[in-house]
C-alpha cells in the first residue's frame, strides 16, 4: 500500500481547517472574501503536484460551500409568508 507524503497529507489538514472555519459561513461577501484569501494563502505553501492536489480539494470545498449556501438561500426563499389585514385599509 503507498502512503501518502507528509506534503500530500498537509493539503488535506489545511482544507479540513478551512472546512471546520466556514462550516457555518451564511454567504456574506465578507466570508467569501476571507475564504478566497485563506485558499490563496495555503496554496502558496505548495508547488507542482502537491499544489494541483491542494487546488482541487479546496476548490472542491469551495463549490461545495457556494452549493450549500445557495441551497439554504432557496428552502429561506421558499418559506411560507405571514401577512397580516393591518394596515391593509
Known amino acids: ?3 501518502l507524503t ?3 497529507r498537509d493539503a488535506w489538514k ?7 472555519k466556514y462550516h457555518d459561513m451564511t454567504g456574506e461577501e465578507y466570508e467569501w ?6 485558499i ?3 496554496l502558496a505553501r505548495y508547488d507542482g503536484r502537491d499544489k494541483r ?3 482541487a480539494i ?3 470545498l469551495f463549490d461545495w460551500l457556494d452549493a450549500e449556501i445557495k441551497m439554504m438561500r432557496t428552502a429561506k426563499s421558499e418559506e ?3 401577512t397580516t389585514m393591518e394596515g391593509v385599509i
Do not use: F
Not at 489545511?14 to 471546520?20: N, P, S, T
Not at 472574501?33 to 485563506?38: E, Q
Open 80 to 82: 411560507p409568508v405571514q
Open 14 to 20: 489545511d482544507a479540513y481547517k478551512l472546512h471546520e
Open 53 to 55: 492536489l491542494a487546488s
Open 40 to 42: 490563496q494563502a495555503a
Open 33 to 38: 472574501t476571507a475564504l478566497i484569501r485563506d
Open 6 to 8: 507528509e506534503t500530500e
Open 58 to 60: 479546496m476548490m472542491s
Open 1 to 3: 500500500m503507498t502512503k
